[in-house]
């Protein structure tokens, strides 16, 4: 891209419309500042068929979040060292952390697994409206105000 890298791209782009991270780059930094820029998903270029990209775009534009298995791995792999080196919120959890309930961490794994409110409804067994209310309590407290974010810091946690 010329005039602009993906991350400043993505940051710009996301208020309006879903972004989907298509990149050779499976660093962890840049996963993590993806999503931060507010993508809701991040594929690996060369590690999908086709049909897999156009999961990934379906599961985007609904809503979702996406990582190719390598960006999933790598960022929970950086989540882990970050634990063992005694971050502060894994020391503590992220229900002290964030002030979440059990429930709300529920939706949370649930979200940063790529679910749809929808689909966290029906897994939960809630209604589509308290799982809205679950999510924007989450949001609050995280301080956040997209999936992308909220993926990004529940994973690092």
């Not at 590690?47 to 609904?62: C, K, N, S």
């Not at 919120?89 to 229900?95: F, H, I, K, M, Q």
């Not at 897994?123 to 989450?138: A, F, G, M, P, Q």
Request: aromatic share 4%; with cysteine.
């Amino acid at each position: 891209m010329p005039q602009v890298d993906g991350i400043a791209a993505a940051q710009h782009i996301a208020a309006t419309v879903p972004v989907l991270m298509l990149t050779h780059s499976d660093e962890p930094e840049v996963i993590a500042a993806a999503l931060a820029a507010g993508a809701r998903g991040f594929v690996v270029h060369s590690e999908f068929a086709i049909d897999e990209l156009v999961a990934a775009v379906r599961t985007v534009a609904a809503g979702g979040v996406h990582l190719s298995p390598s960006a999933g791995a790598i960022l929970a792999g950086a989540a882990a060292l970050s634990m063992a080196g005694g971050n502060a919120s894994a020391a503590t959890g992220p229900a002290q952390t964030w002030g979440l309930s059990v429930r709300e961490q529920e939706v949370m794994d649930l979200i940063a697994e790529g679910l749809t409110n929808s689909q966290v409804a029906s897994r939960c067994y809630l209604s589509e409206k308290t799982v809205k209310n679950h999510v924007n309590r989450i949001f609050a407290r995280l301080g956040v105000t997209s999936r992308a974010e909220a993926v990004s810091l529940w994973l690092r946690r």
